[in-house]
């Protein structure tokens, strides 16, 4: 426990002196929701449908660079080969790095909410509940994003390779943030919330559980 | 490498043969002597292929998860190379299954895709394994390609009942479970013939992918030749100690 909360101490630290490329992260997700309204057309009642959906895109294609960019900094100066040489479990840095992951997700989602409500006029009031999907979602998203990222960031082709995993894994995440994020929005008259974030739950916890497992066979030599 | 058997014996070969064979009788059998189906005319025939090619998708990923786990906890090449054809045959199989499934879609039920649990999960899975089949050509130790892949193969196994309910309760159209049982007895025996001429096929498929796969190991592992010396590879193997 103590080792997670280094590990994640050091991730934190990270990202916060590379904040430059969260908040260019953030852009890009704001790009990609302007996009896709685009993509619909000035049709704001359509819009207003699909708004959970974008977002949830939006997050999830900026997730990969985010991700990808957590272990890239490892890659440097062999920094991953250092980190395992330190006496601490191999499982407390993939956790440190999978929170911040998750924070730094969380924390997105939550900027572009803002760029959501003004493009598709897609407000709700029912703002803890929002932030509780959007944590549940990017835990989803950070917990096999963390692991995938540790095996791409080695690899030659990661760009490509880190969405081919990611995303057909995370389908189960997509649609019940989606279908959790549409309901706060579009109103929940048949009592469904409860199940979609109950799914999100089980998918966090199997994922958190499962990949913090795995994740020392990835790195071990 | 101790398990990477490379054997040149023909037992491949006489299961696609007689996989051929069976297929053909199941086949012919379900095109021209089994009767029409009462609803769907002569459209249900491609159940006498798609039926075996779903059974033995399904069995090649879950082959793939216990093959995944047996080359984590082992750790010997040759769980490897198996995992590598299975999954190979697996994603071959599903993407023939999805094909046949649109090609029966379109005329029963007018569209070629529908959101159908079943079909959505063929489908996640199909590129999922077909990712990590992509991820094992862009790692060039094979020792990490060997973990990394089987690591992705036990996680995306485990996600498979996450996707199926999931997509069950987004959509809740759900289409009457077409299962064997379910099945008239005039068209029982073209589709055991057919299932079990499907399943030698995999095999015969999967032994045969294993062997290239084993081939390309053993020359990955080979420490550097002092000489260039044109060595037979199975000779090579059976020194080398085949099971």
Request: glycine share 6%; proline share 5%.
């Amino acid at each position: 426990m103590k080792w997670i909360l280094v590990a994640l101490r050091k991730d934190l630290l990270l990202q916060w002196r590379t904040r430059a490329h969260v908040v260019a992260i953030l852009l890009f997700g704001a790009t990609a929701l302007l996009l896709f309204s685009f993509a619909v057309g000035p049709n704001s009642e359509a819009l207003l449908q699909f708004a959970a959906g974008f977002l949830w895109l939006g997050l999830m294609l900026s997730s990969t660079l985010a991700l990808a960019e957590s272990f890239q900094t490892e890659m440097e100066e062999r920094a991953l080969e250092g980190l395992l040489l330190l006496p601490a479990p191999a499982r407390a840095i993939y956790y440190g790095k999978a929170i911040g992951n998750w924070l730094q997700l969380t924390l997105l989602g939550v900027g572009l909410v803002p760029v959501m409500v003004v493009l598709y006029d897609a407000a709700t009031w029912r703002l803890p509940e929002l932030v509780g999907v959007l944590a549940l979602g990017a835990a989803g998203l950070s917990a096999p994003g963390t692991l995938y990222a540790a095996m791409t960031a080695q690899t030659r082709a990661r760009q490509t390779l880190l969405p081919l995993l990611l995303f057909p894994l995370v389908v189960p995440v997509l649609l019940s943030a989606v279908k959790a994020t549409s309901l706060l929005i579009l109103g929940d008259p048949m009592l469904q919330l409860r199940a979609w974030v109950g799914l999100l739950v089980a998918f966090d916890v199997i994922h958190w559980s499962l990949c913090g497992l795995l994740f020392e066979r990835v790195v071990e030599d | 490498m101790a398990g990477l058997s490379t054997s040149r014996s023909r037992t491949p070969f006489v299961l696609l043969g007689l996989a051929g064979t069976l297929l053909t009788w199941g086949s012919v059998w379900g095109l021209f002597f089994a009767p029409p189906e009462f609803h769907m005319g002569d459209v249900y025939r491609i159940l006498y292929i798609h039926v075996p090619t779903a059974w033995n998708a399904m069995l090649a990923f879950t082959a793939c998860f216990v093959l995944a786990v047996l080359s984590l906890a082992k750790g010997d090449f040759a769980w490897d190379a198996r995992l590598e054809a299975t999954m190979e045959v697996g994603v071959v199989l599903s993407l023939l299954l999805c094909l046949q499934g649109s090609i029966w879609a379109k005329p029963t039920w007018g569209v070629f895709w529908d959101w159908d649990p079943r079909l959505t999960t063929t489908a996640v899975m199909v590129s999922a394994f077909a990712g990590i089949l992509a991820l094992r050509r862009f790692v060039d130790d094979p020792v990490k390609r060997a973990t990394w892949s089987a690591v992705a193969a036990i996680v995306a196994s485990a996600d498979v009942p996450i996707v199926y309910f999931s997509v069950r309760w987004w959509n809740s159209l759900h289409q009457t479970q077409s299962s064997p049982e379910t099945v008239s007895v005039l068209f029982h025996w073209p589709l055991r013939i057919n299932a079990i001429g499907m399943l030698l096929l995999m095999l015969g498929l999967v032994m045969l992918k294993t062997r290239t796969v084993a081939l390309r190991l053993r020359q990955e592992l080979a420490p550097p030749l002092p000489q260039a010396q044109p060595a037979r590879l199975g000779a090579a193997a059976e020194a080398g100690g085949a099971p």
